[in-house]
């Protein structure tokens, strides 16, 4: 039973343009799609493209072609992030207003080393849940005439995330309401456990998190169906929502498909492209039954 949220149900499938779609996004746009049919809401596309290096016209045409062959149809416009950064922009100034974003100056080599000396002398770093290392915090009490200093001087500079502060000015311990493939219920968010991140890159600009979160919000999406491995990030997201007032949706995190070793399919290995089993003639119903639907 998925509960009502009291608003018009939106679904949204959000692939990244860049790389072909496989079985794990057939998955997630399959039960995108049967989900608004079955709530009676709309189906919504997005593109994310904020990676504007790695992200193609080529690929994002594919991506339409591959989900008509599934049968599916989205509501038009299609809402590339690639045209929105004044949004995401404006997301992040009024976190940089209230003090709850910094530069961050330090290069991933150096995050690197540094992790690399404490860990050599037996300190255990702390590691976000996808493993990677948190970011140190030293540069949290930076001055903001020695902020500026380096940012005139040309640093390359990501803004990232004061996780303490953010939490301390979110107050309430938050949580969201999980009808997914793995845990389900009101799930205890912990975004503590990723330090803190990436608001806008260094390399491009937002951030995964940043726009994802703006974008459900602009896009009125209620229910968001979205792989597992996306489960542990709804904390950042549910930390952020409240941080820009905006609503939370319920959220759906469904099982993932593994290749043949077990791991995780991925779109730079060319696993199971949707584009090759369109060529050797399978039809939707038979990519509804290889990803078990
Ligand atoms: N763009 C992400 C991906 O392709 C999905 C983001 C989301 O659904 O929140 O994995």
Redesign the pocket.
């Known amino acids: 039973m998925i509960p009502s949220t009291g608003q018009n149900p939106a679904l ?5 343009p860049n790389g072909p779609l496989h079985l794990g ?1 057939a998955l ?1 746009a399959l039960l995108n799609a049967d989900m608004a049919t079955a709530l009676g809401g709309r189906l919504l596309l ?1 593109m ?1 493209d904020i990676d504007v290096t790695r992200c193609t016209p080529e690929f994002e045409q594919a991506i339409y072609e591959d989900l008509a062959w599934l049968g599916l149809d989205w509501e038009r416009p299609v809402r590339r992030q690639s045209e929105h950064f004044d949004d995401y922009r404006a997301a992040l100034d009024a976190l940089i207003a209230r003090g709850l974003a910094y530069p961050a100056f330090m290069t991933r080599g150096e995050v690197k080393a540094r992790v690399a000396n404490a860990e050599g002398d037996g300190k255990p770093w702390p590691r976000d849940p996808d493993g990677a290392a948190l970011y140190p915090q030293d540069e949290r009490s930076l001055s903001d005439s020695e902020r500026q200093r380096r940012i005139d001087a040309g640093s390359r500079h990501a803004w990232r995330l004061d996780m303490g502060r953010a939490i301390e000015a979110c107050g309430e311990p938050l949580s969201w309401t999980e009808r997914g493939d793995g845990e389900t219920g009101e799930i205890a968010a912990d975004p503590a456990a990723w330090g803190d991140v990436v608001l806008w890159r260094s390399d491009a600009p937002s951030s ?1 998190h940043l726009s ?1 979160t703006v974008d ?1 919000a602009r896009q009125g999406i209620t229910h ?4 597992l ?2 489960f542990h ?1 709804t904390s950042v ?1 549910r930390l952020l929502q409240e941080l820009l007032g905006l609503p939370a949706p319920v959220y759906r995190h469904h099982r993932l498909i593994l290749g043949a070793d077990g791991r995780k399919l991925s779109k730079s290995e060319g696993d199971a492209g949707l584009s090759v089993l369109r060529r050797q003639g399978l039809t939707s119903a038979d990519v509804r039954r290889l990803v078990g639907l």
């Open positions: 949204r499938f959000a692939p990244s996004h997630s997005r994310e995964y994802v459900d968001v169906v979205r792989g491995d996306l990030a997201h």
